[in-house]
Nanobody
Framework: QVQLVESGGGLVQAGGSLRLSCAVSGRLFSIIAMGWHRQTPGKERDLVARIGSGDMVTYADSVKGRFTISKDNAKNEVILQLQMNSLKPDETAVYYC??????????WGQGTQVTVSS
């Protein structure tokens, strides 16, 4: 199994920045992809950014040039981060980190609220 603990959400004014972190521990050798999603009430959870096999990075079109996903590998954990710049009010959402392990199983963080005020 894999454990995920998120941090870093909060309230920011439009145009501001936030950095989200997700501490990942457990069976790290089984991880094949890691990423961030966001969800607003009544809507589906949408992919924001992902690091896949070979460290290939994918971004949603709406965040390209403003968001940066990164990961730092330590001995017993991986820290997945999402640097979000020039935030917009419509990006207010709960942000979730996701880890996909071999076999296609997904694990999710608890979610962290990001609120962007206009």
């Amino acid at each position: 199994q894999v454990q995920l603990v998120e941090s870093g959400g909060g309230l920011v004014q439009a145009g501001g920045s936030l950095r989200l972190s997700c501490a990942v521990s457990g069976r790290l050798f089984s991880i094949i992809a890691m990423g961030w999603h966001r969800q607003t009430p009544g809507k589906e959870r949408d992919l924001v950014a992902r690091i896949g096999s070979g460290d290939m990075v994918t971004y949603a079109d709406s965040v390209k040039g403003r968001f940066t996903i990164s990961k730092d590998n330590a001995k017993n954990e991986v820290i997945l981060q999402l640097q979000m710049n020039s935030l917009k009010p419509d990006e207010t959402a709960v942000y979730y980190c996701e880890v996909i392990v071999s076999g296609g199983v997904s694990y999710w963080g608890q979610g962290t609220q990001v609120t962007v005020s206009s």
